[in-house]
């Protein structure tokens, strides 16, 4: 378990000090056949990406409203370590017109016209493949994403007390707390260093992002992040966990 860190960010910082090659995040979607396994350092690098994109390109600053209209998904995972990294604070489902920028994916498009601020939009398309024709009023993010550093470096600290995440309902974490908060969630789940969590919850309350992404991320452990997952039968479910040797689950 990891006792030194202070943000979101540090979890991972540790993680990638700690073993870069282990697998980080193995992603399922049962309604394409999309299967994407992410090591803590390919994770680290979308992550630093994404992180780059939203201070650079988008100008977001600390303190800005990020709302996420997406579900659990591998670059959502992606887009909320990048919004700990920057300072920028995450909404998954918050109001887009409340929002200083909004990131969405392709069914949620509308709805997230009513920002005002940048529009990012995910097509979600296996292997993070772009839009075939751009959404008009949007960055496409696999078109942006490309070409940012491989490094990231936030223009200014952090600050672990400040606002990092709005869950839905309206309840604000710092990002100490959501750091606390996975920490204990992992405690709970069992996690341990190695632990390999299956889990088929969206990303839509604080126990869905604690067992598809931050409770494994402080523990040391790793996550089957699945979507659609009720498309498998019984057996092709007991088929996926041993094959993914998985030794807790959150279904």
Do not use: I
Request: glycine share 8%.
């Amino acid at each position: 378990m990891n006792d030194t860190a202070r943000t979101p960010a540090d979890l991972l910082r540790s993680a990638l000090a700690a073993d870069p090659a282990r697998p980080l995040l193995t992603f399922y979607d049962d309604a394409t056949g999309e299967r994407v396994e992410l090591s803590v350092a390919t994770f680290a690098n979308w992550v630093a990406k994404t992180a780059n994109l939203l201070q650079d390109d988008l100008a977001a600053e600390p303190g800005d409203r990020v709302a996420l209209l997406l579900p659990a998904h591998w670059q959502t995972a992606a887009w909320l370590l990048a919004c700990f990294s920057t300072g920028v604070v995450a909404e998954p489902g918050g109001d887009p017109a409340a929002a200083d920028l909004v990131v969405s994916g392709p069914d949620t498009l509308e709805a997230a016209r009513a920002c005002r601020g940048e529009r990012v939009a995910l097509s979600l398309r296996p292997l993070g493949a772009r839009f075939p024709q751009p959404p008009e009023g949007f960055l496409d993010y696999a078109v942006e994403v490309p070409s940012q550093g491989d490094r990231f470096a936030p223009y200014s600290p952090v600050d672990p007390d400040a606002p990092a995440l709005v869950l839905p309902g309206g309840e604000e974490l710092t990002g100490a707390q959501v750091v606390e908060r996975a920490r204990r969630g992992a405690e709970e789940l069992g996690l341990t260093p190695g632990s390999r969590l299956l889990s088929a919850a969206d990303y839509d309350d604080w126990q869905g992002l604690a067992a598809g992404l931050l409770a494994p991320l402080a523990a040391g452990g790793s996550v089957v992040l699945c979507r659609h997952l009720d498309r498998l039968d019984a057996d092709a479910l007991q088929r996926r966990r041993e094959a993914e040797r998985v030794t807790h689950a959150a279904l």
